[in-house]
């Protein structure tokens, strides 16, 4: 079974640009959980989408979003690029059964986000 | 609101010798706790999950976790390192239901010496 894509798995930006990164989940899952790393914060929740619906969301400003397709691919996108943004930004996949903490998560390789 | 401190953000160890890994985790309810492995420039790969069953949880490559309450620990342990272990390790917590998503430590850098 294939794993979790992120594509691309590289960006670079300039401050002001907006991004959208995507994701798709093993196939099955109906839950994506999308996460931000950086060596300050380390790793972040941003949200959950699952059935193509937001059901969690960590404590970022609305300039993160997202959204899920019904084949339950995800996109993410970030408008008004700052450069605290920059970023690995990693998407994982579950079934979906219990919320984005619970269930078992199989993370994506990553989309390494530079903002200039 | 939960949280996890990973003690020391690198650890050193020879090739054979145990590895410990600490985590410890603070939470007003039962969580499900985990523990993760990221190799350079890849994603997050689970090692094992704890979610009550059983205290001691056996994971993937020879890695075993023991969940002790009344330390609020959930410290990973492997018999004897491999070369191949070299890699950013991170305990996770979550509480039950899952609502907030994962709670990272800031991870642990394992090195290995031959």
């Known amino acids: 079974k294939a794993g979790v894509t992120q594509t691309p798995r590289y960006l670079i930006k300039t401050r002001g640009q907006q991004v959208t990164l995507s994701c798709s989940p093993i196939s099955g899952h109906r839950s994506v959980s999308w996460y931000q790393q950086t060596p300050g914060q380390g790793l972040q929740f941003l949200f959950e989408?699952?059935?193509?619906?937001?059901?969690n969301k960590g404590n970022f400003p609305g300039r993160f979003s997202g959204r899920q397709f019904s084949n339950s691919r995800s996109e993410m996108n970030v408008s008004t690029l700052e450069l605290g943004d920059s970023a690995l930004y990693l998407c994982a996949s579950s079934l979906g059964v219990q919320g984005a903490g619970t269930d078992t998560q199989y993370f994506g390789p990553g989309t390494r986000l530079t903002v200039l | 609101a939960q949280s996890v401190t990973q003690l020391g953000s690198h650890v050193s160890v020879s090739e054979g010798a145990l590895v410990l890994l600490r985590c410890n985790y603070s939470?007003?309810?039962?969580?499900?706790l985990f523990w993760y492995v990221q190799y350079p420039n890849q994603g997050l790969q689970l090692l094992l999950k704890?979610?009550?069953?059983?205290?001691l949880v056996k994971g993937i490559n020879g890695f075993e976790a023991e969940f002790k309450k009344s330390e609020t620990s959930f410290h990973l342990t492997k018999p004897s390192a491999h070369m191949s272990d070299a890699a950013e390790y991170f305990c996770a917590v979550s509480l039950s239901g899952g609502a907030d998503g994962l709670t990272f430590g800031k991870g642990t850098h394992l090195i290995i010496q031959p």
């Open positions: 939470s007003s309810v039962p969580p499900y």
């Open positions: 989408y699952f059935s193509e619906t937001q059901r």
């Open positions: 704890y979610t009550s069953a059983a205290t």
